[in-house]
């Protein structure tokens, strides 16, 4: 029925899917009427995750309005399918939908155009990325420029979500959408950020008064620990803290620690610095995004041989050298802690068997 690409395929066959599923599935989804994920080709996808329904309706320019989306003869196809309970392309195991029903309060888009970003995290890539000029970089700027206009003529409620690849506040490409659109009431926003341009881009932004939700990576409680892990500057993003702090955005803020073998002996100062911070914490396992190879393989390249295989990092394998170490960390802290402020994965736990 629709004619997938090899990379759609591939991630169609990666998980497994409602059409070979032999139970039934009473719940209901409302994600194909109210979620839209756009991802780097500006595909538009009709759920949270990409991943879970890998189904492109059509392209960003394909569309006018948000209307057109969702009423789209692909939209249609994907709405009737789920209605009916079929969930033919849906990664059934793992989006939810067995346990319950699937709502949304309001819309929500998420914009995953561009993977600029002013960091290269070992874990998430090899080289910098910053896309400045050049045809992709005109493509993209055209999609958000079309975006907004979608928010623009867009009445309803809606969640924006800045941006699942690269950082939006270092994007040029997003960077319209941050320095001049005027949001309305009911738009608001999420930011998943390294955080450290927050406050060079966002103190003077029309929609500063409309994030209500800021997801930092930070992956360290040290300056130490924050270099080999991220390589940017501490010091900047303590200042970005403070920012927040001084424009009394702590309620608002989710500090992220994923746990690799460079960083799990900082699990406590990290705690620390959500307490000093008045912020939330999540600290969870490290997922392979494939930027590191498996294990060291026998003729490294010169990236490898400075940044290491995924294995040597995972340091919740439990046969990897430091795992002992890291659980009694892990499983000391959790004793210890009376703040419903910090959270750690149930992924986590599991893998430490705590
Ligand atoms: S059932 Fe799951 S995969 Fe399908 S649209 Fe809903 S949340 Fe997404
Ligand atoms: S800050 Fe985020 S997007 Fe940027 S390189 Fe690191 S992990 Fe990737």
Redesign the pocket.
């Known amino acids: 029925m629709f004619n997938l690409n090899n990379s759609y395929q591939y991630k169609l066959n990666s998980m497994p899917r409602?059409k070979d599923y032999v139970g039934q599935i009473t719940n209901n989804?409302?994600?194909?009427l109210r979620?839209l994920t756009i991802d780097l080709e500006s595909n538009c996808f009709?759920?949270?995750?990409d991943g879970?329904?890998p189904i492109p309706i059509g392209k960003v320019q394909d569309f006018n309005s948000f209307n057109d989306v969702f009423s789209s003869p692909n939209a249609r196809i994907?709405q009737k399918d789920?209605q009916d309970k079929k969930?033919t392309?849906?990664?059934?195991d793992?989006?939810?939908?067995k346990s319950q029903d699937?709502r949304y309060m309001r819309y929500e888009i998420a914009i995953n155009i561009d993977e600029s970003c002013n960091l290269k995290c070992p874990s998430c890539r090899r080289e910098s990325i910053m896309h400045t000029q050049g045809s992709e970089f005109e493509r993209k700027l055209k999609d958000i420029n079309t975006i907004i206009s979608w928010l623009q003529n867009f009445n309803e409620s809606i969640h924006i979500v800045l941006t699942g690849n690269g950082d939006p506040l270092a994007s040029h490409i997003i960077r319209p959408l941050i320095k001049n659109y005027q949001p309305k009431d009911n738009q608001v926003f999420t930011f998943v950020t390294n955080g450290l341009l927050i406050k060079k881009h966002l103190a003077e932004s029309p929609i500063f008064s409309q994030i209500k939700n800021y997801r930092i990576s930070v992956d360290a409680g040290s300056e130490q620990s924050y270099l080999l892990t991220r390589g940017g500057s501490w010091k900047v993003l303590l200042e970005n803290f403070e920012f927040l702090n001084q424009h009394n955005k702590q309620e608002l803020v989710t500090l992220n620690f994923c746990v690799q073998k460079n960083n799990y002996q900082d699990i406590p100062k990290f705690i620390e610095l959500c307490r000093k911070y008045k912020f939330y914490g999540h600290i969870h396992h490290l997922d392979d995004w494939g930027t590191w190879p498996d294990a060291m393989p026998t003729n490294p390249d010169v990236w490898t041989i400075k940044n290491g295989s995924f294995n040597e990092h995972n340091v919740l394998y439990n046969l990897h050298p430091q795992y002992k170490d890291c659980r009694q960390i892990v499983n000391t802290e959790i004793k210890k802690l009376n703040d419903n402020r910090i959270l750690f994965g149930n992924r986590l736990k599991e893998l430490l068997s705590l």
């Open positions: 409602g989804c409302e994600a194909p979620s009709l759920c949270s995750c879970w329904l994907i789920i969930f392309w849906c990664a059934v793992h989006c939810g939908i699937i």
